[in-house]
Structures are given as structure tokens and as C-alpha cells.
């Protein structure tokens, strides 16, 4: 079981702007669910330099029964941080439902 730190909406849907460029609609899916987002850091080398970098990921566990997929988009409703869902996943457990692990790309704030 996951302790919720924060709730979430998930947005949903691209349109193509004047220049037919996409652009992500702030269509929004579903709101109010309640999201453990916990942002983490590791230490990486760039293979050529060996200069050192800090990588950062995010991860979201949400209730099974979320409607989410990949390239949905993840709105945090106390900071309007902004992620996008790289990936979506559920671990399997026949006696009880486990929660969905989102891997975030942390975009920005909503405008």
C-alpha cells in the first residue's frame, strides 16, 4: 500500500495548431485521484566524457482501476506541475489488486 501525498488529474487528447504542429489539449480525463508522486535522483556518467550528471525520475502510483496510458499526461492539483507517462504498469498479484506505476517526464507548470 502506497500513503497518497498528493491528488492528480489526467489529461487527455492533441490537437495540430496553424502550423501543424501538435499540441496537447488540456482535456481533462479525470480528476481528484488520489497519486503518490515521488520524484528521485541517481548519478549517471556521459559514456564519452565521463562527465558526471544528476538524473532525475519521477514515479506515480495510482489506484488499479485508473484509466491511464502512455502519453497521457499527469497534472499534480496542489503544485500544477505538468508530467507526461512514459510508461504504465501493474505488477501481478491473484489475491489483491496493485496499484498502477506511472514513470513521469516532468514537463512544466500549467499555463
Partial sequence: MNLATTTVSI???????AFGDETDLPTVAASG????LMESSRQAQEPVTGTPRIVRTHV?????????????????????EIYIV????????????????????RTG???
Fill in 11 to 17: 489529461l487527455r487528447g492533441s490537437d495540430t495548431d
Fill in 33 to 36: 485521484i488520489s497519486a503518490s
Fill in 60 to 80: 506515480c502510483r495510482l489506484p488499479p482501476s485508473t484509466d491511464v496510458t502512455e502519453n497521457d499526461r499527469i497534472r499534480d492539483e496542489q503544485t500544477s
Fill in 86 to 105: 512514459v510508461s504504465a504498469t501493474r505488477n501481478a498479484n491473484p489475491v489483491m489488486a496493485q496499484p498502477l506505476r506511472l514513470d513521469l517526464k
Fill in 109 to 111: 507548470r500549467a499555463a
